[in-house]
Structures are given as C-alpha cells and as structure tokens.
C-alpha cells in the first residue's frame, strides 16, 4: 500500500489554465505538507495543515490554494497557472506538528506549456 | 535568514570507495537535522533524525554525525545501489510547525 499517494504523476498543460493536484495519506498521520522542488532540485515548503487548519503559509502567490478536506487529504489548487509555476511538487505527511520525520509521495510533475 | 548548504553538488565514488557528504547549516535555534535519500522520480526517502550536537545514527553503510555546525554522511564501502541524492533539512526555531528548510542536496553515483 502507497503511504502518501499523489495523482496526477505527470501534469501538462497551457498557461492560463487552472488545475489540481490530490494527495491522500494512509498512515494516520495529522499533519500534510506541500513541497515544490525547481529545475535545480531544490525543495521549499509552500504549506502545512495540521489536523486541517493551516499551519504553514509561505511566500506563495495567492494562484495558489490549499484545501484540507479531512486529515487523511491535503489538494493543491492553482489558478491562471504561469510558465514558472513549472516544477515537480510534493506531498508529504508526518505525525504530527513538530520534529517528526516527513514521508513524501512521489511528486506530480508539472509542466507548463 | 536560515540557511544549509550542502557539499559537494555531485560526488562520483568507485564501489567500495568510503566517502563524506556536508551539509552546513546557519540556523537560530536547530530542533532536528534530517537526512533524505531521493532516488529519479521519487520523493525524499528519510534516512535520518539528529538533534544535538555528538550525536551519531548508522543504517547499513551509512553514518550521520552531528555537530554544532555541520553534519556529516558517511558512507563507508558504498555499492552501487547507494547511488541517489542525498538532501539534507534543518527544523529551527520556536514555531512548531514542522516547517523544514532543506539544502540543494548531493548527487551520488557509486560505479561498480
């Protein structure tokens, strides 16, 4: 069983488009995050829930919208998606809050065309 | 500002071949260092927790140090299976958000 399950694995679209990306996690975790990972490989949070209310909020455009349906879901929304919004983003779930290891799922690859 | 720095960007190692990563870091108040391992296509892999400084963790042929500065990997007789990227991430200050702060990471190719 995939602990942190991301779909879709691979996303192409136009820019100006909207699209989303889910993430599910089996592990009974209570807090999500969202990662996006550049061309260099570098990853930064964006956000956290924990236990569906927002924790973490970076410096993210506001294109970009989380939504925590329950614990186990963390989607990510992006509206009038732009050219550098290309990039590989991750979920990921641990425990709870805290100095807890994070399991990631294995990213949805975006591209903007 | 937080920040971690790893060194070097790509290491190439014979088999057998025992080798260091770094990973610096300038942080205010370090709560844990975590090392990931990423293989193509994957998502970070945890390897790792260290929280203060002398502390040490080993799996397999990998070895995690801690100082108050810098971390250390050690891989001792790698294989070629041990080929990946090694990310390392830092969680510092008073928030307990979980929020880590990851470096570039290290890309390792071990050749038989």
């Known amino acids: 069983d995939t602990a942190v399950s991301q779909t879709p694995k691979y996303l192409v679209t136009q820019m100006g488009n909207d699209k989303s990306i889910k993430c599910e996690q089996n592990?009974?975790?209570?807090?999500m995050y969202w990662y996006k990972q550049d061309s260099k490989k570098f990853l930064k949070i964006m956000f956290s829930?924990?236990?569906?209310?927002?924790?973490i909020n970076e410096t993210v455009p506001n294109r970009f919208s989380p939504k925590s349906p329950d614990k186990a879901h963390l989607n990510l929304h992006i509206n009038s998606l732009e050219l550098g919004d290309s990039a590989v983003y991750f979920c990921?779930?641990?425990?709870?809050?805290?100095?807890?290891?994070?399991?990631f799922g294995d990213g949805t690859r975006l591209s903007i065309l | 500002e937080d920040q971690v720095t790893q060194s070097p960007e790509a290491l190439r190692l014979q088999e057998g071949e025992s080798s260091s990563l770094n990973c610096s870091y300038t942080v205010s108040g370090l709560r844990g260092l975590f090392w990931y391992r990423q293989d193509p296509g994957k998502g970070p892999e945890f390897l790792f927790t260290?929280?203060?400084a002398g502390e040490e963790k080993e799996k397999e042929r990998l070895k995690a140090t801690l100082t108050k500065k810098e971390s250390f990997l050690h891989i001792t007789a790698p294989k070629p299976e041990d080929s990946a990227t090694y990310l390392c991430a830092v969680q510092a200050g008073s928030g307990n958000t979980g929020k880590l702060i990851f470096g570039q990471g290290t890309t390792l190719q071990v050749k038989p």
């Open positions: 592990l009974g975790h209570d807090t």
């Open positions: 260290l929280y203060s």
């Open positions: 829930y924990n236990n569906k209310e927002l924790i």
């Open positions: 990921a779930s641990s425990l709870q809050a805290g100095i807890q290891p994070q399991h």
